[in-house]
């Protein structure tokens, strides 16, 4: 079981930058993949950003690609997801996940296997 805690959330101007972090339980974590999900009200959670056990690949929706950038610290379990030049359209609830599988393809694809609670993003205009 993995164990994961969001922070960094809060409300920001637009144009303006966020760093979250995702803090996860167990001695596995250096083997997960890991990833950022985000959701409105009345939409389906979608997929943000992913990053392999290693880091060494990412990958990013098209809708965050030049402007967040994910990255792993796999000596303190945490991973970040920096966020600049934030728009309103930015505004959601933000999940921190974690794959058994370190390849985040699946992530990508089918979904991670853990959730963390959430943190809320806002921007306003």
């Known amino acids: 079981q993995v164990q994961l805690g969001e922070s960094g959330g809060g409300l920001v101007q637009a144009g303006g930058s966020l760093r979250l972090s995702c803090a996860a339980s167990g001695r596995s974590f250096s083997s997960y993949a890991m990833g950022w999900f985000r959701q409105t009200p009345g939409k389906e959670r979608e997929f943000v950003s992913a990053?392999?056990?290693?880091?060494?690949?990412?990958y990013y929706a098209d809708s965050v690609k030049g402007r967040f950038t994910i990255s792993r610290d796999n000596a303190k379990n945490t991973v970040h997801l920096q966020m600049n030049s934030l728009k309103p359209e930015d505004t959601a609830v933000y999940y921190c996940t974690a794959d058994t599988d370190g390849d985040p393809v699946r992530t990508v694809v089918t979904g991670p296997e853990y959730w963390g609670q959430g943190t809320q993003v806002t921007v306003s205009s």
């Open positions: 990053i392999s056990w290693s880091g060494s690949t990412t």
